[in-house]
């Protein structure tokens, strides 16, 4: 199986501590998991992560019901503090199934999107602007690198064909995966495009239609993992450095 669980373990005491927890199915199934948790505080509490990917046994039968106890023991001997009536702690367990794939280079278009300016900005492209600049920023959260465009045009219906402006591609690195093949951490990539006059001109249209291309690269063959939480973003924003007066 390729089951994963995850103890998410949410520590507002102001202590490290270690988790001794047994997992118990309907079938005389167990599992124990043993852990260390971060010391947080109550306006600051700290998630510690504790995964678990060797679940063949446990799966086996499928339980109906698990039934899940044990203790948190805060304190390592060694750190020093106090308990109050507003500290906690308190967990979540996920388990979740990740889908595997091989995948060629694969093409999502993005829905396009319409947009507008200010009046007074769109009057004053031509003559009040000093300055323009695109900033694209993108989150990766896939075990798979990929490549984005962005599209503008005045008119949705050749947006993508024949855009008065296109932007990237920009690459982005796939995100850090754990031994299991699972994302433990998103990658982020900046992208900054200086714009002259002619690129500005779409932005006059009221509206003007935005739209997205995605790019992942193929896995030649090698399987990727995964998870419905998975995802790629991506953020765009147009800044302008306008004269005043006149």
């Known amino acids: 199986t390729n089951a994963i669980l995850d103890l998410k373990i949410e520590n507002g005491v102001g202590f490290p501590g270690i988790l001794d927890l047994n997992l118990n199915g309907e079938d005389g199934q167990s599992l124990l998991i043993r852990g260390q948790v971060e010391s947080g505080a109550p306006d600051n509490p700290i998630t510690t ?10 799966l086996n039968p499928i339980p109906e ?4 106890t044990g203790q948190a023991t805060c304190g390592d ?3 020093s503090g106090r308990v109050t009536e ?4 308190c967990g979540e367990m996920i388990l979740s199934s990740p889908f595997e794939f ?14 507008s300016l200010q009046e007074d900005l769109r009057n004053g492209l031509n003559d009040r602007v000093n300055l323009a600049k695109i900033y694209l920023d993108l989150e990766n959260h ?3 690198g990929a490549k984005v ?3 503008f045009s005045r008119d949705s219906a050749t947006l993508y064909t024949s855009p008065e402006l296109l932007i990237g591609p920009v690459s982005i690195n796939p995100a850090l995966i754990d031994s299991s093949g699972l994302v433990i951490n998103s990658v982020n990539t900046e992208n900054i495009v200086q714009l002259n006059k002619n690129d500005l001109q779409v ?9 997205g291309r995605i790019t992942f690269q193929g896995t030649n063959g090698r399987k990727i993992k995964f998870l419905s939480t998975d995802y790629i973003q991506i953020k765009s924003r147009l800044e302008l450095e306008v004269k005043n007066g006149g």
């Open 77 to 79: 001997g060694i750190t």
């Open 102 to 115: 091989v995948l060629d280079s694969t093409r999502i278009q993005i829905d396009p999107n319409s947009n």
């Open 86 to 89: 507003n500290d906690f702690i």
């Open 149 to 151: 465009e962005l599209f």
């Open 49 to 58: 992560v504790l995964r678990e990917n060797n679940l063949s046994s446990f």
């Open 142 to 144: 896939l075990p798979i």
């Open 65 to 68: 019901r698990i039934n899940l």
């Open 203 to 211: 932005f006059q249209n009221l509206p003007f239609y935005t739209g």
